[in-house]
Nanobody, 121 residues
Framework: QGQLVESGGGLVQAGGSLRLSCAAS????????MGWFRQAPGKERDFVAA????????DYADSVKGRFTISRDNAKNTMYLQMNSLKPEDTAVYYC??????????????WGQGTQVTVSS
């Protein structure tokens, strides 16, 4: 089954940037669509962004369009989320997930443990 491990979260001031990474171990993700999701305290887990298996297609939630960029490096078995112009409302635990198909939408069945992103005002 393998695992997905997120990293790169932390505390940043509003307007700042962070880059999240999602590294896969014990499995390959090169044939899977991948996604980022986030969950704020007391709220449901929300979709943030997704990328197709080759990286040719991406999709974003309206709330992050123009600020976040999803990418992947299949040679490194890793996916990224570059987050710019961060806002306090971006504060959440961010999760990466592997889809069962090559393109989004797809069923995301494998999840990482999450990384905390906190944006201070």
């Amino acid at each position: 089954q393998g695992q997905l491990v997120e990293s790169g979260g932390g505390l940043v001031q509003a307007g700042g940037s962070l880059r999240l990474s999602c590294a896969a171990s014990g499995r390959t993700i090169s044939s899977n669509a991948m996604g980022w999701f986030r969950q704020a305290p007391g709220k449901e887990r929300d979709f943030v962004a997704a990328i197709s298996w080759s990286g040719s297609r991406t999709d974003y939630a309206d709330s992050v369009k123009g600020r976040f960029t999803i990418s992947r490096d299949n040679a490194k078995n890793t996916m990224y989320l570059q987050m710019n112009s961060l806002k306090p409302e971006d504060t959440a635990v961010y999760y990466c997930a592997a889809g069962s198909g090559r393109f989004y939408p797809t069923n995301f069945g494998s999840w990482g443990q999450g990384t905390q992103v906190t944006v201070s005002s």
